[in-house]
């Protein structure tokens, strides 16, 4: 059963029949290049330069952890005391 629309007159304001739909979430931003290479100027990373900043990627969250933690348990206790 469809549903009868009575003040259809049958115009089309915009033509969508051109439009694609996108295949996913993906598509909507633009790709780099498979066959783009690193610039000459870039060396890769020694072993040494890479457990360095895994260290302080690791330290800098266990950082930001510590802080929602103390404010967290800051918060509690001033609740537990106006209780």
């Given at each position: 059963?469809?549903?009868?629309?009575?003040?259809?007159?049958?115009?089309?304001?915009?033509?969508?029949?051109?439009?694609?739909?996108?295949?996913?979430?993906?598509?909507?931003?633009?790709?780099?290049?498979?066959?783009?290479?690193?610039?000459?100027s870039a060396q890769p990373m020694e072993k040494?330069?890479?457990?360095?900043?895994?260290?302080?990627?690791i330290l800098s969250a266990l950082v930001?952890?510590?802080?929602?933690?103390?404010?967290?348990?800051?918060?509690?206790?001033?609740?537990?005391?106006?209780?």
């Amino acid at each position: 059963m469809k549903k009868e629309i009575k003040d259809d007159d049958g115009r089309t304001i915009a033509d969508m029949s051109s439009i694609e739909r996108p295949r996913s979430f993906f598509d909507i931003f633009p790709h780099k290049p498979k066959s783009e290479k690193r610039p000459e100027s870039a060396q890769p990373m020694e072993k040494e330069d890479r457990r360095a900043y895994v260290r302080a990627a690791i330290l800098s969250a266990l950082v930001v952890g510590l802080i929602f933690a103390v404010g967290l348990g800051l918060i509690v206790l001033i609740l537990y005391l106006i209780w």
